[in-house]
C-alpha cells in the first residue's frame, strides 16, 4: 500500500503497534503468565504459551501481556498459567489444554467472567511484571 | 519493498547494533541467538530485533529483554546456549549476565533501575532501544510521523515557527541560536524564484563526540520528520542531511529511511494527499573539521571546497545557490516532533530559564561508564560524572571536564556543581559545543591536553585565513616548547596575545574557537604552565622529556630480585646492572621512553 493517505498511516501505527507493544513499559489491561518449569515444560507448557499468543494475535490485542515463569509448586497440576485482569486478584488455572485455553481466553480475559471449573484458586502470587 | 505482515512474539530481544556494539561484536551475537532460538523450537515464539545505540557502550554487547525491561550486558557468543536455556526456554533471567553496579553484591535486572539510566530523560533519544532503525514501521508504532500529520493538517507555518519558538529551543550544533528565530528569519527572507532549501548538519567532528552519529544511526526518521515539519514551516521543498563518511552505519541506516519514507509517500510529491512536496539528499563529507561551519558546509554540498566565508550575509538570507537556507542540527531536527506533538510550553517546562529542554551528551575519557546520555538542562555535572557516569576509574581522582570538544574548553574539578547550560558553560569559559564530555583524571597534564586540542584545530585549519593559520600554528609551537621543557615565562603572556588576536580576527567559528582551550588551561590550572616553565617538571608525568627515570636501588634488590627485566626492554641500553642485583639508569643514554617504568613489577622505576 505505497503512498499513505493519513487515515493509512493510522491504520498502519495501529497494525505496527500489535507487534511492538510487548516492548513498552505501560500498564496491561490482562497479563498471563504461563509456568514453565521443567514440570511445566514437560507437561506441555509450550502448546499452552502458543496457544494463549495465538489468541492475542488472533484478536490482534495489544493490551494483554504474555510472560513465562519457572515452577509454580503444583507440579502434578501443570500446566499452569495465572491469569490477572488489571485491578483484580490473580487467578490459577491448572491441568490446562489449549481447548481451555481458548475458552478461558473468552471468558476470562475477554469476558471478566472467571471459569471456575478449571481455576486452582484466586490470590496469591503475583507476577513481577507491574 | 513489499511489506509483510509481523507475526506476534511473545519476547523481542532487543540486540543494541549501535557502533560501540557492532564492533564488539554485536551482529556475531545475534547470529547466535537466532541459531541458539532455531535449536531451541523457540523461532515462532521469540524474536531478536537490532537497534540503534543504547547509551551504555561500556557495557557492550548489551541486550534487552522485552517484556520485562531486563538488561544484558558484556555479552559474548560462549553465553548465549545458556541465556536463551535459562530466560527463554525456562523463563529463569540469567543474574549473572545482568549489569552489576561496583562495591554493590547484587546485580540489578531491569534496565530502568540501572543508575547510568535513572536520571536520563529521553525527548531526542525517545526511541533508543525500542525500535529497529531499519524499520519504519517500528517508528510509526511509536507514534511516529504523528506529529508531521498535525504539522499538514492543523497548523499553519507561522503556527509551527510559534510553537518552537515558546519550546526554547536552540540549535543543538554549539552555538545554541534559538531555532524558532532562525526559521522566522529564513520564512521571512525573500528568495527570487520561491526556493529555500534546508540542512541537516550531521558533520560531526569533535574527538569523543558521537551523539548526531547515534541518533542518526538509532532513529533517522526522527531527523526526517523534523526536516519535513522545519520544511513546511519556512516553505522549502528540497532538504540536505550533511553526514560524514566516516559513519558508515549512520549513512546507511539514514539511506534506507529515506527509501522507506519516500515508499509510503512521507517524502516526494503530494506527502500524505495533502498537496504538500518535499525530498531529502544525501551529502556525505569527506571529514574536514570545518565543514561543520555553516557556510564551509554549504560550500562542500554545492561542490565548491569546504572553507568559509565571512558573515553576514547568513546562510538564512544568502545560502545554498544563494537562497535562503536553514541549518539545524541532527540533534535538533530530532527534537521537533516532540515539540510539535506535546506541545512548546511541554518542552520549555525542561531545563533552566534560558535553556530549555533536554542536552545529549557523549562521556567518555576517565570515566566508569562511556556512553551517550540525555539529561535535562541544568542538571549539575557532579550528577553527569558521578552518578550516571559512576565516577572515575581506579579510585583516581577527578580533576577537569573537556566539553564543547575543541572548540571548547576545561571545566575544574571546583566547578563540579556548576548546572550545565548554555550559559554556564559559556561564563566558565567553555562552552556547550554538540556535546561532548572529556573527562579527566589526576594523571592528565592539562598543558599536554591543551597541547592536543590545539594540534587537532591547527591540522584542520583551512588555512584560509592567516589569524586562524598562523596563529594556531604559532600557539602550538610555544605549547609544544613548554611541554619539552623550553618554555620561558614571557611565553605565557604572548599565549595569551595570541589567543586574543585569534579569537578576535579569525573568519569563522573554528579559528574564534581554537585557542578556548589554552585559555580555560591557563585560567584553572596556570601552576601546572609555571611548573613546567620554572621547575622543568610535568606534576602529572605525562611530558616525557621533563621525566626523571630512576631505580630505587632497594625496592629493585629486595623485592625484585634484581629481576633484569628493565634492562632487557631498554633500547638503548641505559641500564646497568645484571640479574641478582640493583639496577640503575644511566641519565646520559636514557631516551625517557618509559618503558622501565611499565615493565617492572616492583614499582622500583620511580618517575620524578
Redesign the interface.
Known amino acids: 500500500?505505497?503512498?499513505?493517505?493519513?487515515e493509512e498511516?493510522e491504520k498502519?501505527?495501529e497494525?505496527?503497534?500489535?507487534?511492538?507493544?510487548?516492548?513498552?513499559?505501560g500498564q496491561f489491561r490482562a497479563k498471563i503468565n504461563v509456568?514453565?518449569?521443567?514440570c511445566g515444560?514437560a507437561a506441555g507448557a509450550r502448546h499452552i504459551?502458543?496457544a494463549f499468543?495465538q489468541e492475542?494475535?488472533k484478536r490482534g490485542l495489544t493490551d494483554v501481556?504474555?510472560?513465562?515463569?519457572?515452577c509454580a509448586g503444583l507440579c502434578s497440576r501443570e500446566p499452569m498459567a495465572t491469569i490477572e485482569i488489571a485491578g483484580q486478584a490473580p487467578v490459577k488455572y491448572i491441568d490446562l489444554t489449549e481447548k481451555k485455553v481458548e475458552e478461558i481466553f473468552e471468558k476470562h480475559i475477554q469476558g471478566g467472567e472467571i471459569v471456575t471449573a478449571y481455576a486452582l484458586g484466586i490470590g496469591s502470587e503475583k507476577t513481577d511484571?507491574s | 519493498m513489499a511489506?509483510e505482515?509481523?507475526?506476534?512474539?511473545?519476547?523481542?530481544l532487543?540486540v543494541c547494533a549501535g557502533t560501540g556494539c557492532v564492533s564488539n561484536h554485536a551482529f556475531e551475537i545475534k547470529e547466535a541467538l537466532e541459531k541458539e532460538i532455531k535449536r531451541r523450537g523457540l523461532e515462532?515464539?521469540v524474536k531478536v530485533v537490532t537497534t540503534g545505540c543504547n547509551g551504555f557502550c561500556e557495557r557492550g554487547p548489551l541486550m534487552v529483554v522485552?517484556?520485562?525491561?531486563i538488561f544484558y550486558q558484556m555479552l559474548t557468543v560462549k553465553d548465549i546456549p545458556y541465556l536463551v536455556e535459562e530466560h527463554l526456554?525456562?523463563?529463569?533471567p540469567v543474574k549473572k549476565l545482568m549489569y552489576q553496579p561496583p562495591e554493590e553484591k547484587t546485580p540489578v535486572p531491569v534496565l530502568?533501575e540501572i543508575n547510568f539510566f535513572k536520571k536520563q530523560v529521553l525527548v531526542a533519544l525517545r526511541n533508543r532501544g525500542?525500535?529497529d532503525p531499519e524499520k519504519i514501521?517500528?517508528y510509526?508504532?511509536?507514534?511516529?510521523?504523528?506529529a508531521l500529520?498535525k504539522a499538514l493538517?492543523q497548523m499553519t507555518p507561522e503556527e509551527i515557527i510559534h510553537e518552537v519558538t515558546i519550546s526554547g529551543l536552540r540549535g543543538r550544533g554549539g552555538a545554541g541560536f534559538p531555532t524558532g528565530l532562525k526559521w522566522q528569519l529564513v520564512r521571512n527572507a525573500i528568495s527570487p524564484d520561491n526556493e529555500k532549501y534546508l540542512v541537516c548538519n550531521g558533520d560531526e567532528g569533535d574527538p569523543g563526540a558521537f551523539m548526531d552519529r547515534s541518533i542518526l544511526e538509532a532513529d533517522p526518521h526522527s531527523v526526517i520528520e523534523g526536516m519535513l515539519i522545519g520544511a513546511k514551516a519556512i516553505g522549502a521543498t528540497q532538504g540536505f542531511i550533511y553526514v560524514r563518511n566516516e559513519y558508515p552505519l549512520a549513512v546507511k541506516r539514514i539511506l534506507i529511511a529515506l527509501d522507506q519514507a519516500r515508499?509510503?509517500?512521507?517524502l516526494g510529491h503530494d506527502i500524505?494527499?495533502?498537496g504538500f512536496d518535499f525530498d531529502i539528499r544525501v551529502v556525505r563529507g569527506a571529514g574536514a573539521f570545518v565543514c561543520g561551519e555553516e557556510t564551509a558546509l554549504l560550500a562542500s554540498i554545492e561542490g565548491r571546497l569546504g572553507e568559509p566565508r565571512p558573515r553576514p550575509p547568513y546562510p538564512a538570507e544568502k545560502g545554498l545557490w544563494g537562497k535562503p537556507t536553514c541549518i539545524n542540527n541532527v540533534e535538533t531536527w530530532a527534537n521537533i516532533p516532540v515539540i510539535i506533538d506535546r506541545g512548546g510550553k511541554w518542552f520549555a517546562s525542561i531545563g533552566t530559564a534560558t535553556s530549555k529542554g533536554t542536552k545529549v551528551f557523549s562521556i567518555v575519557g576517565k570515566i566508569n561508564n562511556t556512553g551517550l546520555v540525555e539529561v535535562p538542562m541544568g542538571i549539575t555535572l557532579r550528577e553527569i560524572i558521578y552518578d550516571i557516569g559512576g565516577g572515575i576509574p581506579g579510585g583516581k581522582k577527578f580533576k577537569a571536564v573537556q566539553t564543547g570538544g575543541p572548540s571548547g574548553g576545561c571545566i575544574p574539578a571546583e566547578l563540579i556543581n556548576l548546572p550545565i547550560d548554555y550559559e554556564s558553560l559559556t561564563a566558565a569559559g567553555s562552552m556547550m559545543g554538540s556535546g561532548g564530555m572529556v573527562v579527566m583524571d589526576e594523571d592528565t597534564c592539562m598543558v599536554d591536553v591543551a597541547r592536543y586540542f590545539l594540534s587537532f584545530t591547527q591540522d584542520e585549519s583551512c588555512g584560509k585565513c592567516t589569524p586562524c593559520r598562523e596563529g594556531t600554528k604559532a600557539m602550538l609551537d610555544i605549547l609544544t616548547r613548554i611541554t619539552e621543557g623550553k618554555g620561558t615565562e614571557e611565553d605565557l603572556g604572548l599565549l595569551e596575545e595570541l589567543a586574543d588576536t585569534i579569537k578576535e580576527a579569525s573568519l569563522c567559528g573554528l579559528g574564534k574557537t581554537a585557542p578556548n582551550p589554552v585559555l580555560t588551561t591557563l585560567r584553572y590550572f596556570r601552576d601546572e604552565y609555571i611548573a613546567h616553565i620554572q621547575d622543568k617538571k610535568c606534576p602529572a608525568h605525562v611530558c616525557r622529556s621533563l621525566n626523571v627515570y630512576k631505580i630505587d636501588p632497594q625496592i629493585c634488590f629486595e623485592k625484585g630480585h634484581g629481576c633484569d627485566v628493565c634492562r632487557r626492554n631498554c633500547a638503548t641500553d641505559a641500564i646497568i646492572g645484571s640479574k641478582g642485583e640493583a639496577h640503575k639508569i644511566d641519565q646520559t643514554k636514557c631516551i625517557k621512553c618509559g618503558v622501565c617504568f611499565d615493565v617492572c613489577h616492583f614499582g622500583a622505576v620511580k618517575v620524578e
Open positions: 500500500m505505497p503512498k499513505l493517505t493519513i498511516l498502519l501505527r497494525e505496527a503497534r500489535k507487534t511492538t507493544f510487548i516492548r513498552e513499559q509456568h514453565m518449569g521443567t515444560l504459551l502458543n499468543l492475542i494475535e501481556l504474555l510472560t513465562t515463569s519457572g511484571l | 511489506v505482515k509481523e507475526k506476534l512474539y511473545r519476547v523481542h532487543m515462532k515464539e522485552q517484556p520485562g525491561n526456554l525456562k523463563g529463569r530502568s525500542l525500535i514501521e517500528d510509526i508504532a511509536r507514534d511516529g510521523y504523528k500529520v493538517t515508499y509510503y509517500g512521507l500524505l494527499g495533502t
